[in-house]
């Protein structure tokens, strides 16, 4: 049986497509829908994002090797560059995106892939473009962290190819008016360039909920919609209402449509100004609201309207070295952020790494599932020491900061090796010692698991990628990694259960926590704390203070008993107050 490419399978899709929906005649009104990705609404014409360039059809003859390779490799450094001046200047967020970008583009495989393909006597453009097609295969096969990063690969092979043909660069469109931004995806370079006061709101046909796209997006406050299969239908200058809360593009809004949404995105705005303080119930239950942080800069993360931090990325201290970092850099590392939160609590998550997020200062081999191998806190099996060193930065810092400091492991999987890790964060003398619950096992096993810990906290990017057998990145099947999965919060009430009868914290982290209405699921399952990017804190600290503890066990039975995401969504919406349903 023969094997289709990725470009005929987008092709078939698209004519599927086509044949179900036909394009809509002129100013009829017709929704579409998708993924919901970043909340808000918003009203304007489309401007669609230019294709990248292509290669021309005549392929010339390479009669220097050694010029040719030249060429592409300082075609990359100029891209590299390039993305490291847009990085410095951008918002924290983008910054960290584009400098691992950049990173990319000066990978030295990457260079060794090309110039192997010049030698062979393919043009300097072409075998840009063939080496970071080999290249995007194996990440995709690899899955998990390395997987996300295909997209930002194929940003990096179109800046380069426009520089080695002489083309203008791929880049935003400029109507010279607002606009509703629809691509078939976003590079991080891009989406880290969007003016919030000119792109409205974004529609993507690819993408999936951890993307970079979206990422970003709710960094800026943009409303967006993805995974839109039938995005393709969007053309330049055509009205569009967009709901980023439910997923849905309305092609040719009526006059009331367009006073809908633009009286919502009017009462948002108003809501959210004066939204401030913790996180609380109606009835005055506490609910922590903390922030999820990577290589952002300090000050900047503890200005925000937080109560501290649910999530310290530390890989970040890691990835992109070729060497480990010393105990000094660590401690430096985590000291400025302590220093910066002040008495705020800080949870910090320990190296999240492994085969699918590679350390190149360790080889650690192949294997052939690297989502299901050795990561996360499984290293430590492989890479002794490792652990204990960076476990032992953290409490140096805690301890000359007097900040309030806990710990947790990532991909814990068995109560046993959740006391494995509080044995080995305890002897370092960090006294708040907690685990990620990311695993189906894990949460199956929740009370047993608390039993030898202070707390836990729920990734659900990747519990629902494990529950639902789908890969995080997979933009095919958006809807099996719906946070509203029924399934997945099964899950997510065995721990809430486990955490109410130990009297112990749990906290989610993952992408759910920035949804406001899920986040009333989240705490009616038992769920005493909410981790996410800052722009999502008032949306959801508003939506707590409008329903008490009661009001939200009642939404997690009715989103517990849905026949699917969409119907649990939907079930929530109805039953949630108005002006928070209304967000």
């Excluded at 209402?241 to 919502?264: I, M, S, W, Y």
Aim: glycine content about 10%; overall charge negative; proline content about 7%.
């Amino acid at each position: 049986m023969s094997q289709s490419t990725p470009e005929a399978t987008v092709q078939a899709e698209e004519t599927a497509v086509s044949q179900t929906h036909p394009e809509p005649a002129e100013g009829e009104t017709q929704t579409i829908t998708g993924t919901p990705g970043s909340p808000g609404s918003a009203v304007a014409p489309v401007a669609v994002l230019a294709a990248p360039p292509a290669l021309p059809e005549q392929r010339p003859e390479v009669t220097d090797t050694a010029a040719e390779t030249d060429r592409a490799h300082a075609a990359l450094e100029q891209v590299a560059v390039g993305l490291e001046t847009r990085a410095a200047g951008s918002g924290p967020e983008a910054a960290a995106v584009l400098g691992a970008q950049a990173l990319m583009a000066r990978d030295p495989q990457l260079g060794t892939n090309i110039a192997k393909e010049i030698g062979e006597g393919v043009p300097a453009a072409w075998a840009v473009h063939s080496a970071v097609a080999g290249y995007q295969d194996l990440l995709r096969a690899a899955g998990g962290y390395l997987a996300e990063r295909a997209a930002d690969l194929a940003d990096i092979r179109d800046r380069t190819v426009a520089v080695l043909l002489g083309v203008p660069m791929p880049g935003l469109p400029d109507p010279g008016h607002p606009y509703v931004l629809v691509a078939d995806d976003l590079a991080p370079a891009d989406t880290a360039q969007l003016d919030p006061a000119k792109v409205l709101a974004i529609v993507t046909r690819r993408g999936g909920p951890t993307s970079h796209t979206v990422i970003l997006a709710r960094s800026l406050g943009i409303p967006a919609v993805i995974a839109c299969g039938r995005a393709g239908e969007l053309t330049d200058g055509v009205e569009v209402a967009v709901d980023g809360d439910r997923g849905e593009v309305v092609l040719n809004p009526t006059a009331t449509q367009v006073a809908a949404a633009v009286e919502r995105a009017e009462r948002r705005q108003k809501i959210l100004a004066h939204s401030s303080g913790a996180g609380r119930t109606e009835d005055g239950v506490a609910v922590k609201l903390l922030l999820n942080v990577g290589a952002e800069d300090p000050g900047e993360s503890a200005a925000h309207d937080c109560e501290g931090v649910g999530l310290l990325r530390t890989e970040f201290l890691f990835l992109d070295r070729d060497t480990e970092p010393t105990p000094d850099e660590q401690y430096e590392s985590y000291a400025r952020l302590f220093r910066a939160f002040g008495d705020r609590i800080i949870t910090v998550r320990t190296l999240d790494a492994g085969s699918d997020k590679p350390l190149a200062f360790v080889a650690q081999g192949e294997e052939p599932n690297p989502a299901l191998g050795v990561r996360g806190f499984r290293t430590a099996r492989a890479l002794p020491g490792l652990l204990e060193r960076q476990l032992a930065a953290i409490a140096r810092a805690a301890s000359d900061t007097g900040a309030h400091v806990r710990v947790m492991a990532p991909m814990i999987s068995t109560p046993a090796e959740a006391a494995e890790f509080a044995e080995l964060a305890r002897a370092a003398g960090l006294a708040e010692v907690g685990v990620m619950i990311e695993v189906p096992g894990a949460a199956l096993l929740a009370r047993q698991v608390l039993d030898r810990v202070d707390f836990v906290s729920i990734g659900t990017n990747d519990l629902a990628q494990y529950t639902l057998a789908t890969d995080r990145m997979l933009d095919s099947l958006p809807d099996l990694l719906d946070p509203w999965q029924p399934g997945l919060l099964r899950l997510i009430q065995e721990v809430g259960t486990a955490g109410v009868a130990t009297d112990k914290p749990v906290g989610v982290c993952g992408e759910a926590a920035a949804d406001p209405l899920l986040a009333l699921v989240l705490v009616g399952l038992g769920v005493s704390s909410l981790s996410m990017s800052a722009p999502s804190l008032a949306a959801v600290r508003y939506a707590l203070a409008r329903h008490t503890l009661a009001d939200c066990r009642d939404l997690a039975e009715l989103a517990l008993a849905a026949a699917g995401p969409a119907q649990a969504r939907d079930a929530v919406r109805g039953a949630a107050d108005d002006e928070v349903a209304g967000l």
